[in-house]
């Protein structure tokens, strides 16, 4: 399975979760970073917990394994590293300021 269809499964665990403004971005000829990210927002940290959380589950029985997590604890802004594949989850006020959806313009929302 590819990064870009690991990113699909993501979308979908996600809207289980009621994850708003899902984006699916093909990176691969934008970025060395990774091939895909995925960009949601959540309405509390709550919410984005269990947003992480089905993310991590449904990648997993899918073989794709979580490699790195940043900000579950703090909850306003949680990474998941799946390597190629790149999932930020937001609390809408943090989205907006940090605005990836503009740095990431050029890229196709596949989603």
Same mark, same amino acid.
């Given at each position: 399975? %590819?990064?870009?269809?690991?990113?699909?499964? *993501? #979308? =979908? *665990?996600? =809207? %289980? #979760? #009621? *994850? =708003? %403004?899902? #984006?699916?971005? %093909?990176?691969?000829?934008?970025?060395s970073v990774a091939e895909c990210f995925v960009i949601a927002s959540g309405n509390n940290i709550n919410q984005l917990k269990a947003m992480a959380d089905n993310v991590e589950e449904k990648l997993y029985l899918n073989g794709i394994r979580l490699h790195h997590t940043e900000g579950y604890q703090s909850g306003s802004w949680v990474l998941l590293d799946f390597n190629g594949l790149v999932v930020h989850l937001f609390l809408k006020d943090q989205r907006e300021f940090y605005d990836l959806d503009r740095v990431w313009a050029d890229a196709s929302d596949i989603g």
């Open positions: 399975m %590819d990064y870009i269809d690991a990113g699909r499964i *993501a #979308k =979908e *665990a996600l =809207e %289980d #979760k #009621k *994850a =708003e %403004d899902i #984006k699916v971005l %093909d990176l691969r000829n934008l970025s």
